[in-house]
């Protein structure tokens, strides 16, 4: 396949900001393929950090002094970025997290405080076990059932069967954008209209979009849409949770503690207005800050384009890999972002990762956190290789070396 | 490379594809199942323990080239042992593959375990390699489900 030089990023100076990426790995130059686990972080968002702590270090809110001025204010920057990079419609929409695993948390906890025996939760056989975990919680403390909306053999959600499950009894659909196992992109503006006509509440999973589509929480008709930085380029620990401002407002605290309230006696507190009432305790605020840079770092270069450069990487893979004998690529065939989930026969996923990795190529091997997705393609474990925009077709055919290494090791 | 050769040899891309000692075990009087979360491997043991002895042993269940192949080989090496040999066994296995000691000497009597050396040179792999053992462990101890975290 030729490389359409339109789509073209000038990748090598993308490459340039990450210095994790210029290493040798055994030997070989470092081709890191496991950006659906986590990116990698471009050297402005690392600078972005450590000058929040050596300039700007202080606790938000309330301080009189200069360095708690600016503290606040950057954390109060950074909720503004993430609120124009979701597109929704206030900053106070945004409440700062861990990632997504804490906001589906939240809501499995505060929006499932009101569910009651016989309502239902639909989920998708594609979720990540963040998605399906907390859920499984709120319906043992309330007497709720999860149905799940199946999907056809490749990979896509089967849209008719989802709909199929939908009635007065579901309260809540709970669902991924884009899936880690697979790649697959979900149609959330369909689910949420059926949803919606079902007076459901919507939440998206939004862990695997987030670095590779524009998102409009509006126009996808998301109630609630929730990502993490870590896989956006930016650190660990700092996630957010957008929620429609009204819908915020009804609900009930999930944590307990410090500026999550107005006014606390022994006697009872009231809590504080939305976003402060879900972020208890010191907040990460030099997490909010470099997750802020990221979010410019990607808006720069533009999500459209990114998201065009991984899918012609993801076409090349394709290509590369379909080739190799008693090779099955997992998923749908295009419309997907940024993986190539795949088995080889006679091969076990954990040492095509082992021998992939003596030559530098670092792709994931297990079940994705998604076993009942696993269970669903009859596999125990597969493959993956998921890119970012700073991989590169040389990357892409070091792993089709790699894997012939791999036939030649195990003999097959 | 010369590392990954040691890994996969002979020995246990045969025991790969060849497990020995595979399926059920009708008349188990022990059982046990082991999981390994990092990469969702799992495996049943069944066992036959007669006079505080291995009478048969059996295995089940599906995982990688290293957790296939050291379940068979360590099928193989127990089989007819007393529950302290195979304690003991184990635990120059478990030294072995860590790395912690050179274990030569040990295994004289074992040759084929041996062939599993190579996993030191792999730390994220030594809990492939020693699935089936902590399931054994399991087994012995009673029965009930065996994880690697």
């Given amino acids: 396949m030729v490389v359409d030089s339109e789509v073209v990023l000038d ?17 070989f130059p470092l081709a890191y393929l496991d950006n659906a686990a986590t990116t990698q972080k471009p050297r402005r968002v690392l600078e972005a950090i450590s000058r929040f702590y050596e300039r700007d270090n202080a606790n938000v809110h309330r301080g009189v002094h200069e360095l708690s001025v600016r503290a606040t204010k950057l954390y109060h920057e950074a909720r503004a970025t993430v609120a124009s990079f979701l597109g929704a419609e206030r900053p106070e929409e945004i409440v700062f997290l861990r990632g997504c695993t804490e906001a589906i948390n939240l809501l499995a906890h505060s929006l499932g405080s009101r569910l009651r025996p016989g309502d239902e939760i639909v989920l998708s056989e594609l979720e990540h076990h963040s998605n399906i975990v907390p859920w499984q919680m709120a319906c043992e403390r309330t007497g709720a059932k999860i149905r799940v909306a199946p999907i056809h053999d490749d990979g896509t959600l089967d849209l008719e069967a989802y709909r199929g499950l939908l009635s007065e009894r579901t309260k809540i659909v709970s ?6 196992a697979l790649g697959t992109i979900n149609p959330i503006r369909e689910i949420a209209e059926a949803a919606h006509a079902a007076g459901a509440t919507v939440i998206v999973d939004g862990a695997q979009a987030a670095p590779h589509l524009p998102i409009g929480v509006r ?9 993490s ?22 609900l009930p605290p999930f944590l307990g503690g410090g500026d999550m309230i107005a006014r606390v006696t022994f006697e009872g507190t009231t809590y504080a207005k939305p976003p402060a009432r879900f972020e208890a305790g010191t907040p990460n605020i030099s997490g909010a ?4 840079e990221a979010i410019r770092f990607v808006q720069e270069i533009g999500l459209e384009r990114i998201g065009r450069w991984e899918e012609t990487l993801t076409k090349l893979a394709h290509e590369a890999l379909g080739d190799i004998p008693g090779l099955t ?4 065939k295009d419309r997907k972002a940024g993986v190539v989930s795949f088995s080889l026969r006679g091969a076990h996923p954990h040492d095509i990762g082992t021998i992939l990795d003596t030559q530098g190529v670092a792709i ?12 669903r393609l009859g596999v125990p474990a597969t493959a993956r290789a ?11 055919q070091a792993l089709a070396r790699g894997l012939e290494e791999v036939r030649r090791v195990l003999g097959l | 490379m010369s590392d990954l050769r040691e890994l996969y040899q002979e020995v246990i891309l045969d025991h790969n594809h060849r497990p020995r000692n595979q399926g059920e075990l009708p008349d188990a009087n022990a059982v046990a199942e082991g999981h390994n979360p990092l990469c969702g491997d799992q495996l049943t043991l069944y066992l036959k323990v007669e006079d505080g002895k291995i009478a048969d042993i059996r295995f089940q269940g599906c995982g990688c080239a290293i957790s296939t192949a050291s379940a068979s080989l360590m099928t193989e090496a127990v089989k007819g042992k007393s529950v302290d040999e195979v304690r003991e066994i184990f635990h120059r296995f478990h030294a072995l593959v860590t790395g912690e000691a050179e274990g030569q000497e040990f295994f004289d009597e074992f040759d084929s375990l041996m062939a599993l050396a190579g996993v030191k040179e792999f730390p994220v792999r030594v809990k492939c390699a020693t699935l089936a053992w902590h399931t054994l462990q399991q087994a012995l101890e009673g029965g009930g489900v065996a994880s690697t975290e």
């Fill in chain 1, 329 to 332: 690529i997992h998923g749908p």
């Fill in chain 1, 219 to 227: 126009a996808l008709g998301a109630d609630f849409y929730a990502f």
């Fill in chain 1, 289 to 292: 800050v470099g997750l802020a």
């Fill in chain 1, 364 to 375: 994931r091997a297990g079940h994705h956190c998604a076993q009942p997705l696993m269970a």
């Fill in chain 1, 229 to 250: 930085g870590h896989k956006v380029y930016g650190p660990t620990g700092i996630g957010a949770l957008y929620g429609r401002y009204e819908l915020l407002e009804e």
């Fill in chain 1, 11 to 27: 990748v090598e100076a993308f490459r340039a900001e990450f210095p994790a990426l210029r290493q040798q790995v055994r030997g």
């Fill in chain 1, 175 to 180: 669902i991924l954008h884009v899936s880690n």
């Fill in chain 1, 386 to 396: 998921s890119f970012g925009l700073y991989n590169t077709p040389e990357e892409v």
